[in-house]
Structure formats: structure tokens, C-alpha cells
């Protein structure tokens, strides 16, 4: 890895003004998921508080590849749709090959959760229970903003420690 010397005073700085902008980051990171978490919960609650729920028949829409590390994984793309007073709404979600069987069968269907008073919100019924869930939101998002935390703390002690480094002493002539 590439380290870049240089005085102490400089480093002195460089780590006040690191850890300054390591924390920031982190709290408009931590910030972020939370917002995003609990709008995601509160979409959930919205709809189901007035949720109608149909059966929607599912298709395969696309799979994707991905290769990582000589490994190869398939990320399948479904589609639903369904009607609301003769107008259709789509719907698409994603899930691992793992996790797709249930979903490529003949006359699979899945169960969808719509907004009495808004039709065009909507999203699978088992996804609205789950976010629905405070505590599991919760549980998910104080595990999500720990990593963002250690990972935070690595990023800090990678500048500070490894990229700008404190300048060797000179050595002193020997007489």
C-alpha cells in the first residue's frame, strides 16, 4: 500500500481533520438508513392499514449472472400484474436462485397488498409484513449502522496508520 510521509505536526492534523470527516460520514450514513428504514416501515403500515389483497399470477421476467471470484450466481427478475377497477398495475421484485422455486412453477402466484385508497401503492404482501414489523426494522438497522461503524473505523485508521504515515527521524551522524 502506498504511504505517504510526513511531519508529525501534519499528521497531527490529518488525523483531527480524518476523524472530523469519518464522523460526519458516518452520521449522514447512519442518518441515511434510518430514514430509509423507517419511510420503508411507514409505507408498510400505510398500506396495510387499509390493504386489500389479490393474487397475482407471477412470470419470469429476466435472469441476470453475476460472476464474482470464479464464482457464478443467478439473480432471477420476476414480474406481476393485476388489476384495480380495469386499470393494471406491474410489479416486479428480484430474489436469489436459491429462493426462486417457488416462483418458476406452473400457475405461481403471489400474494400482493394494495391501498384501498391509493391502488398504485402496492408491493408483495410477505415484503409489507416484514418491514410492517418495528422491532425487526429496528433490530435490522442498529446491526446495519454497528457495521457502518466498524467499517467507519477501519477507513479511519487506514488514512491515519497506513496512507499518511509520521516522517522517520533522522538519524543522527554517528561522530
Given amino acids: 500500500m502506498i504511504s505517504i510521509p510526513v511531519s508529525d505536526r501534519s499528521h497531527a492534523r490529518i488525523r483531527r481533520f480524518s476523524l472530523w470527516l469519518c464522523t460526519l460520514g458516518y452520521a449522514a450514513l447512519a442518518l441515511g438508513f434510518a430514514w430509509t ?44 400484474r393485476f388489476n384495480v377497477d380495469g386499470v393494471a398495475h406491474t410489479g416486479t421484485f428480484a430474489t436469489s436462485e436459491d429462493s426462486a422455486a417457488p416462483y418458476l412453477e406452473e400457475g405461481a402466484l403471489v400474494h400482493v397488498a394494495y391501498s384501498r385508497a391509493q391502488p398504485a ?38 488514512l491515519t496508520r497506513r496512507l499518511f504515515v509520521p516522517r522517520a527521524p533522522a538519524a543522527v551522524p554517528a561522530a
Fill in 37 to 80: 428504514a423507517l419511510s420503508g416501515h411507514r409505507n408498510a403500515d400505510a398500506i396495510l392499514k387499509d390493504a386489500v389483497t389479490v393474487q397475482a399470477p407471477v412470470q419470469l421476467d429476466r435472469i441476470d449472472e453475476h460472476r464474482r471470484k470464479g464464482r457464478v450466481s443467478h439473480e432471477y427478475q420476476f414480474q406481476y
Fill in 121 to 158: 401503492r402496492f408491493d408483495r404482501l410477505e415484503r409489507l409484513q416484514s418491514q410492517q414489523r418495528l422491532g425487526a426494522v429496528l433490530g435490522r438497522l442498529s446491526v446495519g449502522i454497528l457495521l457502518l461503524g466498524v467499517l467507519t473505523f477501519v477507513v479511519y485508521l487506514l
